[in-house]
């Protein structure tokens, strides 16, 4: 028997704990989770494909727990502590040579090696928004954070960064410009790294040159931007803001090439597909939407319950072209006939009647309430 899980070619992890995957060729989605023990302690903050093969995906929670799910058997298959509450939620999850890497605000990066208790710690710096991986270098991470300028690290050196970026120049009031790295992403097969900030700013660093400030810079709105994701190309960036507007910036010139509509809600999260012009976005508005970056239309959107968090998206070949497909996923439901249903069911109910207080007077009559009105209106016209 096949497992519902192997149709899901998009994963997402709501603030509720739940792992969801979307099946987009047979137009459903399922809920992954154990309902009775949802909190807000297993929010799930981050996910990362746990192998090449993308047969697991790591879930990293807000109580410090990385959850290995296999996409395959269709069911969770590890949990492991990472982190505590007081180190903050993860800000960044990744794989290398068998390693898993974790990253959370307070700025420890840990790598915890396969078959061995050692970890290897990093300091990265307090108020860590973002660690991202280099998938063509997968020993290299960066982080930013509020500010933490962006930071370059290769983990078989831990001791420095190999690259710390500079802030740029003074205002023309001559005042210090805050820093406030949100995302980032590495150019494919290159030193270069793309960033967006809390003051709506996109800015892209090459490493490889002796300039540690960014080599462009360009800016989109008026709100914090707070998710980017690099498409097929490396001539553009795709970013989101707090007020629900995607854009695709030009990175030649730093303009914007077009908006990406109907979002209603702060974005989250974006991916954009490695081979296909195909961009995934979510956020607080409970919608999972696919654009296609080249008519820049709605070609995907599912109404999924929760607000979300992250999304993940698989290489394989999503359901691409033809017409505005908005609405035709369907939620289905494993067990229950709800989500929410299965939420209430897991409370207690509370089956003892309020009693009254000895003291209290009865409550009056309505047909006292009304004589009294009466008798108050004739009095009136007398």
Same mark, same amino acid.
């Given at each position: ?5 192997q149709d899901?070619?998009?994963w997402l992890?709501?603030e509720t ?5 979307v ?8 809920n ?9 302690d ?8 746990g ?6 995906v790591?879930?990293g929670?807000?109580?410090?727990a ?15 502590e990472?982190?505590d509450?007081?180190q903050g ?7 290398s040579?068998?390693a898993?890497?974790?990253?959370? @605000?307070?700025?420890?990066i ?12 990093i300091n ?18 960066a ?5 933490n ?5 290769d983990?078989?050196?831990p001791?420095?960064?190999i ?14 410009v805050p820093?406030?790295?949100r995302?980032?992403?590495?150019f ?13 700013q996109?800015?892209?660093?090459d490493?490889?040159?002796p300039?540690?400030r ?11 931007l ?5 498409p097929?190309?490396?001539?553009s ?12 910036l030009?990175l ?5 090439r ?10 989250r999260?974006?991916?954009c597909?490695?081979t296909?012009?195909?961009v ?16 820049r239309?709605?070609q995907?959107?599912?109404?999924l319950?929760?607000r979300?968090n992250?999304?993940?998206l698989?290489?394989?070949s ?16 494993? @067990?229950?006939d ?15 009647k309020?009693?009254?207080?000895a ?6 009559d309505s ?16």
């Amino acid at each position: 028997m096949v497992s519902k899980s192997q149709d899901c070619a998009i994963w997402l992890g709501s603030e509720t704990g739940i792992l969801k995957g979307v099946s987009l060729t047979k137009k459903q989605a399922f809920n992954f989770c154990e309902m009775t023990s949802l909190s807000r302690d297993q929010e799930v903050c981050v996910l990362a494909w746990g192998d090449p093969q993308e047969s697991e995906v790591l879930v990293g929670c807000a109580n410090g727990a990385v959850k290995t799910f296999s996409t395959e058997k269709g069911i969770f298959t590890e949990s492991r502590e990472c982190a505590d509450h007081s180190q903050g939620k993860f800000t960044g999850l990744a794989v290398s040579d068998n390693a898993l890497i974790t990253c959370v @605000e307070s700025g420890l990066i840990k790598v915890w090696k396969e078959g061995s208790m050692d970890t290897v710690e990093i300091n990265a710096g307090s108020g860590i928004c973002r660690m991202r991986q280099n998938k063509s270098q997968r020993n290299q991470v960066a982080t930013g954070g509020k500010e933490n300028s962006l930071k370059v690290w290769d983990l078989d050196r831990p001791d420095k960064p190999i690259f710390a970026a500079k802030n740029v120049k003074n205002d023309w009031l001559d005042l210090r410009v805050p820093i406030w790295d949100r995302d980032m992403a590495f150019f494919p097969d290159s030193d270069k790294i793309v960033t967006c900030t809390g003051h709506h700013q996109v800015r892209v660093y090459d490493p490889a040159t002796p300039q540690r400030r960014p080599v462009l810079e360009a800016q989109f709105g008026e709100y914090p931007l707070t998710a980017l994701a690099l498409p097929a190309g490396n001539d553009s960036v795709v970013v989101g803001n707090t007020q629900g507007e995607l854009a695709i910036l030009d990175l030649r010139k730093g303009l914007v090439r077009g908006r990406l509509k109907g979002l209603a809600g702060g974005v989250r999260a974006l991916e954009c597909h490695p081979t296909l012009p195909l961009v995934a976005s979510c956020g607080l508005d409970r919608f999972l939407r696919v654009h296609d970056l080249h008519e820049r239309k709605l070609q995907h959107k599912v109404y999924l319950k929760s607000r979300l968090n992250c999304v993940l998206l698989s290489s394989s070949s999503l359901e691409y072209g033809g017409e505005d497909l908005s609405g035709d996923v369907e939620e289905v439901k494993q @067990e229950r006939d709800s989500e929410d249903d299965e939420v209430w069911d897991a409370m207690e109910k509370v089956t003892e009647k309020t009693k009254r207080r000895a003291n209290q007077e009865p409550e009056p009559d309505s047909t006292e309430v009304e004589t009294e009105t009466k008798k108050k209106r004739k009095v009136a016209k007398k």
